[in-house]
């Protein structure tokens, strides 16, 4: 893999149920930016991981599977698979999340192009809840936000910003985090 404008992680632990979609709703992006998908995979115990290296097979100049020697849990297994991306770029898809607009990386790195003094882009998105089957639209739309709100308070209660629709510049979140 030459080195990509973007780079997706997808970090998954038993989610045979939901890792196909998701990286299929990568691989189905109409763009004209490179990207490669780096997927860490930490110890499931179910068919995660063979799931995940068919389809490294099936796109090998796309589809990097990282696979933990031990299960790392959620930050190690974020900090251990974005060690591998390469992207100037990066952006995340978890392995039971799926992108609906299937321009999203043109849109959101087409804005970061040409608007350098920002550093991260994110957008509205829907849930669906497994257990009811219940789907929840515009979520970022429709938070209420107080007017008078400490910084921390936002991030720490009301953080509505979703991973799945966040795309950053990689150099900002090596220098941050």
């Not at 490179?34 to 995940?52: P, Q, R």
């Not at 898809?93 to 970061?112: A, H, N, R, V």
Request: hydrophobic share 30%.
């Amino acid at each position: 893999m030459n080195d990509p404008i973007l780079s997706v992680m997808i970090t998954a632990y038993n989610q045979d149920g939901f890792i196909a979609e998701a990286i299929e709703s990568v691989l189905n992006q109409k763009t004209t930016y490179t990207f490669e998908i780096i997927i860490g995979e930490d110890c499931s115990n179910d068919n995660t991981l063979k799931i995940c290296t068919d389809y490294e097979k099936k796109y090998p100049d796309k589809i990097k599977v990282v696979r933990n020697k031990q299960n790392l849990g959620i930050l190690g297994n974020w900090e251990s698979t974005f060690s591998h991306c390469k992207g100037k770029y990066f952006s995340i898809c978890e392995g039971d999340d799926y992108w609906t607009d299937e321009k999203k990386i043109d849109k959101q790195i087409d804005f970061l192009e040409k608007n350098p003094e920002f550093g991260m882009v994110c957008s509205n998105y829907s849930k669906v809840y497994q257990t009811t089957g219940i789907k929840e639209e515009n979520c970022l739309r429709n938070r209420r936000f107080q007017k008078i709100i400490k910084y921390s308070d936002y991030i720490i209660v009301r953080n509505s910003i979703m991973t799945a629709t966040v795309v950053m510049k990689s150099e900002l979140y090596r220098k941050y985090h």
